[in-house]
Antibody, heavy 118, light 107 residues
Framework: EVQLLESGGGLVQPGGSLRLSCAAS????????MSWVRQAPGKGLEWVSA????????NYADSVKGRFTISRDNSKNTLYLQVNSLRAEDTAVYYC???????????WGKGTTVTVSS | DIQMTQSPSTLSASVRDRVTITCRAS??????LAWYQQKPGKAPKLLIY???SLESGVPSRFSGSGSGTEFTLTISSLQPDDFATYYC?????????FGQGTKVEIK
């Protein structure tokens, strides 16, 4: 069964950092691009970042560029999102998702919650 | 950046109603469009990809159409399990954008 399991969320003060992880199973992880999508409380979905299967290509939403870094370890079947300089507006559930070759997100994790508050 | 605009934001409907949600792209995206369903507290679920292809396991009452800049999601006969929020999403040049969502409520 194809599965994604996020972890690493928590309560952090403004300006703080976290590293989110997404453990993948049930598919050839290195063959697929992966993405992070977030959802602030009561709001819609916002694409955050994506990375190619070999890690060679990355992209970020303007709202997180320069503060967030996406990476992956294909030997561990794990996707990461390093989130730095956190702001209150970064408070959200963070989902990882598998990117199909045609660009849609066909498998999603259950999400991990990041709360930025003093 | 490509912007996606969904309408309506909220839709009130009854069981067995035919429901249509519209999504417009700020520039042409061919058929690089997907639709997702999300229920409270749950991750989004893929319904439609490539504008009109039904994801495996999704009931046939869901259908998608459109190309270029205008797209629709249709539920032919609304069922109790379909009350949820629906999002369109485009993919272009390694960048993704979601519509703001359409909440389908019980009338």
């Amino acid at each position: 069964e194809v599965q994604l399991l996020e972890s690493g969320g928590g309560l952090v003060q403004p300006g703080g950092s976290l590293r989110l992880s997404c453990a993948a199973s049930g598919f050839t992880f290195s063959s697929y691009a992966m993405s992070w999508v977030r959802q602030a409380p009561g709001k819609g979905l916002e694409w955050v970042s994506a990375i190619g299967g070999s890690g060679d290509r990355t992209n970020y939403a303007d709202s997180v560029k320069g503060r967030f870094t996406i990476s992956r370890d294909n030997s561990k079947n794990t996707l990461y999102l390093q989130v730095n300089s956190l702001r209150a507006e970064d408070t959200a559930v963070y989902y990882c998702a598998k990117v199909h070759d045609w660009g849609f997100l066909d498998v999603w994790g259950k999400g991990t919650t990041v709360t930025v508050s003093s | 950046d490509i912007q996606m605009t969904q309408s309506p934001s909220t839709l009130s409907a009854s069981v067995r109603d035919r429901v249509t949600i519209t999504c417009r792209a700020s520039q042409t995206i061919s058929t690089w469009l997907a639709w997702y369903q999300q229920k409270p507290g749950k991750a989004p679920k893929l319904l439609i990809y490539k504008a009109s292809s039904l994801e495996s396991g999704v009931p046939s009452r869901f259908s998608g159409s459109g190309s270029g800049t205008e797209f629709t999601l249709t539920i032919s006969s609304l069922q109790p399990d379909d009350f949820a929020t629906y999002y369109c999403q485009q993919y272009n040049s390694y960048s993704w954008t979601f519509g703001q969502g359409t909440k389908v409520e019980i009338k």
